[in-house]
């Protein structure tokens, strides 16, 4: 069963940047895509970035630009790289496989505040 570890969130202030980090138990990378999901207090998980074979991305308009997704298919890691950040990223972030899924993990808080 694939087990995903993410890591690299934290509190930063507005304009700041992270690196968050998702490691996979298993060799999946070269079979499915990976996406970077968030959570905000009250509402809905959303999808903010995929990465599929061949590193095509998609990015949700919102972090278009400020966002990169990456991954390392040796370490079975994927990561984002965030810049530019505002308070309104501030959510737990998610990664899992992408179209399909498996269990989430306990993600990683992102905060962003003055």
């Known amino acids: 069963q694939v087990q995903l570890v993410e890591s690299g969130g934290g509190l930063v202030q507005p304009g700041g940047s992270l690196r968050l980090s998702c490691a996979a138990s298993g060799s999946i990378f070269n079979i499915y895509g990976m996406g970077w999901y968030r959570q905000a207090p009250g509402k809905q998980r959303e999808l903010v970035a995929t990465i599929r074979g061949g590193g095509i991305t998609y990015y949700v308009d919102s972090v278009k630009g400020r966002f990169t997704i990456s991954r390392d298919n040796a370490k079975n890691t994927v990561y984002l790289q965030m810049i530019s950040l505002k308070p309104e990223d501030t959510a737990v972030y998610y990664c899992?496989?992408?179209?399909?899924?498996?269990?989430w993990g306990q993600g990683t808080q992102v905060t962003v505040s003055s």
């Open positions: 899992n496989l992408f179209p399909t899924s498996v269990s």
